[in-house]
């Protein structure tokens, strides 16, 4: 079985994960920065970040692994994606309607790696964490120019509920 024929291995994320988790974000991060240069500069992310995320009870991270070409069953894998989501209560706003949901603020699989399922079993997995918490959606937010999240997202019957406008001043 080869790395890229193979499905993904999926299990909870882990605090020696960081190094590989900081190049996935590193992936992301470089892409929202040239979408979004007013928003997003690639580069700082804290450890102490992902330590917070992974003792934080109401949120979920998950890593995607593929088998290490060549490697037995013992080997550990090779880390191809992220997903991290956190668990939200609707604020107390009478004409909010009152539904808990799951944010993932964070979806990357690695560049070389796409266009396997590792998006989407990422996605199903966490989305089955989350309805085990009595969420009833997951949403997330695109940036404006990422058609490959957009592409993504709409095969996935993710629809858009509201749009962010912004003009300089
Ligand atoms: C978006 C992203 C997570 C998708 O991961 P992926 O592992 O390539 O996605 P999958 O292989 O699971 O794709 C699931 C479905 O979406 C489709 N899809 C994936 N990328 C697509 C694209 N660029 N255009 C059109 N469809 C796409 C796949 O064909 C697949 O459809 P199928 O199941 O019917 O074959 C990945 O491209 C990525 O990490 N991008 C950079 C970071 C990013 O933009 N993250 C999300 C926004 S914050």
């Excluded at 992936?27 to 929202?32: C, K, P, R, V």
Aim: proline content about 6%; some cysteine; aromatic content about 6%.
């Amino acid at each position: 079985v080869t790395a890229g024929g193979s499905k993904p291995i999926l299990r909870r994320a882990r605090a020696a994960d960081w190094p590989d988790v900081h190049e996935l974000l590193d992936q992301a991060d470089a892409l929202h920065a040239r979408l979004a240069p007013d928003y997003f500069h690639a580069g700082a992310r804290p450890e102490a970040e992902w330590r917070r995320l992974l003792s934080d009870d109401a949120a979920c991270a998950l890593i995607a692994e593929s088998p290490r070409p060549g490697g037995g069953a013992a080997a550990p894998g090779v880390v191809i994606g992220v997903v991290a989501g956190r668990i939200y209560e609707t604020p107390p706003d009478p004409t909010m309607v009152a539904r808990r949901r799951c944010h993932v603020d964070t979806l990357v699989v690695d560049a070389t790696h796409r266009r396997r399922g590792t998006g989407r079993a990422l996605l199903d997995e966490i989305g089955a964490w989350a309805r085990a918490r009595g969420a009833a959606e997951l949403l997330l937010t695109t940036w404006a120019g990422n058609a490959e999240a957009d592409g993504f997202y709409d095969r996935l019957g993710y629809r858009t509920l509201s749009t962010v406008r912004t003009r300089k001043l």
